[in-house]
């Protein structure tokens, strides 16, 4: 598959790796807040994108939680999808044609009730035409079994990435949860598996109550906390685990204009995830992406390579 | 199907209770393809908090590029746009979702509840271009009182379709609920109920179609994030227990295909 | 000493137990948002707070860290003070007389280098005049040394909790940091270790960045976040905790209204502190209490006790 | 120290330039006990972003109960407060901090630069009740242009003091900044200058001070959150080495207590 690039000669040049993979430029959509990517065409042109991340996948449909799934918070929002899916079967035969036709990336997140789970999701995505990627997410807080375990075990966590980069024909990221006492612990152990970059943060474990009712707000009780609310922790997050790891790092967690995608950038993250942001601004991907030439433009960089991990902390 | 992210002026501002609005905005391509019982979502603030966009049906629209919407200010986002003024400009984005389905040679009776008339005048128009649909066809229109009401019949009137009201409080019309009024009147035969309004009212309705045997398209509400089908956050538990979701199965949906809580 | 309290007569009924302490509401201000409790005295009856917790004390004075020690955020603040006080002696000779005066219990907030340098404030604070319980930080980010390690280690934590019950005469609260994989375990812990009560949260740790200098926004790099932005994620680790301990637990966490106090009560607070909204109103705390008065009238509750873990999840 | 927390109503708007407001808020406690020097903080947003209260100077006060500040629109808070209108209300919390200290028979020199404006004219007015420290004093204002300082100079021409100008681009009085006014004129002898501006032009003074052997009060900046000595946020280093709080030993310091970059 070939890919609509920037050329070297293009100034400035956007293009960042992770891993073998080369992004046009560092702005992905983040799994769960874009759909397949195909609700974004008419508002937007996709193939401006650095790289699509789809929603997450399981082996299995999975119909997801009960309503409310979801409920507003200060500068937030609570979701309990409960990773409703189509499996990864029917993802494969009805998704991936019209995905693959993109020109850009795509990056199938994946989500198993265990190790092995993971394996057989990974090796259903083998030679799939298409897919350049595969996330995984081992931090998804709102399924019962597993999700959770994975993610603030750094032995498990590593067990998982072991089993998709055993079978694995593409870059494998892995995704880190926030709700660790230690994140870089993960990220070293995740690293040390074989991952070839780590993306962070999934959502924050929150909680909603209505006082009128005295119920949960959030039919699943717990659920993720995503947006600029979090913004705060994930760039410190970003900023550990950069310090701690040797691959490619994705920053992740409230990003909603290209001043956050930057500071991002600048914490250490090669590239970023755009998530809860698309809902409040559908276009706000591209113009991230539009923000970011413009920024490198005016400040007259040769790349925006020269970005990452540029903080300045004498 | 098109969908426009566009900043609209604000053109007009009315008033109608304490709590009740109608705002007219510039919004030429919404207004150019949006269809009966479609909804757009609205940035109700200007910093992050509140974060969402809140959904509303689109009310009517003009051929000068003009939408509207009906609203009743229920909580922090609304209670900013009942504040807007004239001149302003609001983040619009739509139109989305699947609307009423108008079935012609069907006459069509049209029930809107609180704020579940807002959908019920822009398919009103477009059903009374067709004369089987219109003539035959009825509108049904319930609120708490007067207030809720009265600044809108004028624009029903024009249309020219047969207009029944009922209050809670009896200020106006029939002294009850609009599925009183469906039970007192004669259902044209053949017919298809378009609702729109709070659950319990359209598990009502839906209830009385079945027992006629007519057709009933219901739009139902639910919390949304994105409006368009990317965070699957709007679901709504089907009759054969998968989950709709409501922003882009619906908002309207057979009433047959829902589970109803009675 | 007494306090002025509410007559089992007066109804609605207000009071709350914290271990052996009786609080006439559930009201108290949050360490560090509410100084000295006398920078807030012409601005509200400070007898109508169920308590005042004071600013956190040393063994020995700090200087704390240079500016900028705040950062705002979406609706939310990071903090890096660096516990910033005149450590525990000036605070007994200087600060507690005028403390001592007012008809509300106060508590002192303490946070230790060691183990041993907490049960040393705790032992200069035996038999003060006007000290009427201890609430034990061992979860502030902002020190490189000791605070976050004992509020991340179960073992660490149940140290600090033996040696300050050890030589307190007054109840002892432990105060839990949100940054760790499972907040129910070091709760148990401290429970165990024989805390009267415990509070949580404490800040999350955050980070924010200047993209104009390209520096930490923070002179510290990290800080604690704070405000209505982190309450879901409190209000999930109280509602955590409430149900893994039996000793009662106070909600800390972006309460700013009347409506989240009454939301934390129901996920299974006691009481409340009240933090960052002391700085945006001054008077919400007084606010609050009023606030919960008037439900408690409208909802024709006996007593306010009647709240408490009463959130319906059937 | 009294403090209030008040709902002021906006009894006007002004505006000087694309960035400078002025506002006129209704606001009797705060304005019957303020001083020169001290400020106020102002919640500019309705929901909880932005979250904090925003420091300005006490521009003016007036009998009638009236509190001005001057400002300019740097950020997001500063935005909002751009879009007030006439008749709104503002949640402002004051007054706050350590004013100017009014030396009696020492000749008074007031310093403004840029936003450093606002707080001397308030202190002009009360100045120049004493009639030794006015006759003999000065105030000199900087701005980038005309436009920062012309429409406030009728303002300090009714004082009665003498009054010096100076821009960066040379369109009104000095072609230069304040720094160089002062250093151009002689100052009276055992004067006492008071100053607000950019941190680089308060350390020129502080120097300029210093060498001259005159007192000198500065009003200094800093991140606050709450404005009135609970969160030790605002800290600014002494010259001991120690840490003085903005917003509750100043924002005015005598200039030798502080620690200067330079
Ligand atoms: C497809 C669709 C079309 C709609 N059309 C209209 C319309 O034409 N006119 C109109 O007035 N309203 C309409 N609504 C409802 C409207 O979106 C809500 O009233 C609004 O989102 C409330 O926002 P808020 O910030 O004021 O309330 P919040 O502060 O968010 O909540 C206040 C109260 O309103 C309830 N609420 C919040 N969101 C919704 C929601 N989506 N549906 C129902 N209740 C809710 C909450 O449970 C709470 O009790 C529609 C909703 C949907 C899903
Ligand atoms: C005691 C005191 C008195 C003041 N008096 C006035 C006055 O009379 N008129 C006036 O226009 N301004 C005054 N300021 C500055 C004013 O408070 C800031 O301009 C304002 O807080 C910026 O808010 P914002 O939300 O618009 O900017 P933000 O979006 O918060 O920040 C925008 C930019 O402004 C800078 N900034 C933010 N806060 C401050 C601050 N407190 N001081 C300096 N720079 C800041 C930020 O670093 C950033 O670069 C005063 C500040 C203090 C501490
Ligand atoms: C509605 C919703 C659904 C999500 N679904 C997934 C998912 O399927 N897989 C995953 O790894 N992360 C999922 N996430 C997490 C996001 O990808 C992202 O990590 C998180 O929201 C933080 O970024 P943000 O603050 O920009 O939204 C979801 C988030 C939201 C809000
Ligand atoms: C400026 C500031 C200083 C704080 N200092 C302390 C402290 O000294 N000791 C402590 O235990 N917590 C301290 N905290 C944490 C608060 O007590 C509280 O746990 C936290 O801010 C969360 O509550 P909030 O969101 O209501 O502010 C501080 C918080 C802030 C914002
Ligand atoms: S509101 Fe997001 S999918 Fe329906
Ligand atoms: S701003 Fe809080 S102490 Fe000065």
């Known amino acids: 598959m070939e890919y609509v690039k920037t050329e070297k000669e293009d100034l400035p040049d956007l293009r960042v790796n992770i891993g073998a993979l080369e992004l046009a430029n560092p702005v992905m959509t983040a799994s769960g807040t874009f759909g397949y990517a195909r609700e974004f065409a008419n508002l937007m042109n996709l193939h401006r994108l650095g790289a699509v991340i789809v929603k997450g996948i399981s082996l299995y449909p999975r119909e997801g939680n009960p309503p409310p799934r979801i409920v507003e918070t200060a500068c937030g929002m609570l979701n309990a999808i409960g990773l409703q899916n189509v499996g990864v079967d029917r993802f494969v035969s009805e998704k991936m044609k019209y995905l693959a036709g993109l020109s850009i990336p795509v990056i199938v997140n994946i989500l198993g009730d265990s190790v092995e789970e993971y394996r057989q999701i990974a090796e259903k995505l083998v030679g799939v035409d298409g897919v350049a990627g595969i996330e995984v997410n081992i931090s998804c807080p709102n399924v019962k079994k597993g999700g959770v375990a994975f993610g603030t075990d750094a032995v498990m966590a590593a067990a998982v990435t072991e089993a998709v980069k055993g079978v694995a024909d593409v870059p494998v990221m892995v995704k880190l949860s926030p709700n660790v006492s230690d994140v870089t612990v993960v990220a070293r152990a995740v690293e040390d598996a074989g991952a070839d970059c780590i993306s962070l943060i999934n959502t924050l474990i929150g909680m909603g109550i209505d006082l009128k009712t005295k119920r949960p707000a959030l039919a699943n009780i717990i659920g993720g906390l995503s947006g600029p609310a979090i913004k705060p922790v994930a760039l410190r997050m970003v900023y550990q685990v950069a310090n701690a790891v040797s691959i490619p790092v994705i920053g992740i967690g409230g990003i909603s204009s290209t001043e956050d995608a930057l500071e991002f950038m600048l914490a250490g993250a090669t590239a970023v995830q755009i998530g809860t942001a698309n809902f409040v601004t559908p276009r706000i991907s591209e113009e991230i992406v539009e923000g970011i030439h413009k920024y490198a433009v005016a400040e007259k960089l040769n790349s925006i390579r020269s970005l990452i991990g540029g903080l300045i902390t004498d | ?262």
Not at chain 2, 24 to 37: F, M, Q, R, V
Not at chain 2, 78 to 101: C, M, N, R, W, Y
């Open chain 2, 1 to 262: 199907m098109p969908q426009y992210q566009e900043k609209a002026i604000i053109t007009r501002v009315e008033q109608f209770s304490v709590k009740n609005f109608r705002l007219t905005l510039d919004s030429p391509e919404i207004a150019s393809c949006a269809k009966p019982g479609q909804f757009v979502m609205i940035r109700t603030g200007v910093g992050n908090d509140p974060l969402l966009r809140r959904p509303f049906s689109i009310h009517q629209t003009s051929s000068n590029g003009a939408i509207q919407i009906y609203f009743k200010a229920v909580g922090r986002g609304t209670d900013i746009l009942a504040h807007v003024k004239k001149g302003e400009a609001l983040s619009v984005f739509g139109p989305l979702g699947q609307g009423f389905k108008v079935r012609e040679d069907s006459p069509a009776v049209l029930v809107g509840g609180g704020l579940g008339i807002a959908p019920m005048l822009f398919l009103a128009k477009a059903i009374c271009r067709l004369k089987n649909v219109c003539s035959k066809g009825l509108v049904i229109l319930g609120g708490r009182e007067k207030n809720e009401l009265a600044p809108l019949l004028d624009d029903f009137h024009e249309i020219g379709i047969t207009l029944y009201t009922a209050t809670d409080d009896g200020s106006l019309g029939h002294h009850g609920n609009v599925v009183d009024v469906l039970h007192s009147i004669d259902l044209p035969a053949n017919c298809t109920i378009y609702s729109c309004g709070p659950e319990p009212m359209l598990a009502g309705i839906a209830d009385l179609a079945r027992q006629n045997g007519v057709v009933c398209q219901v739009s139902v509400e639910s919390v949304m994030a994105c409006g368009m089908g990317a965070c699957l956050g709007c679901s709504k538990p089907r009759k054969d227990g998968s989950y709709a979701h409501v922003c882009l199965n619906g908002p309207v949906f057979n009433a047959e295909e829902l589970k109803w809580n009675t």
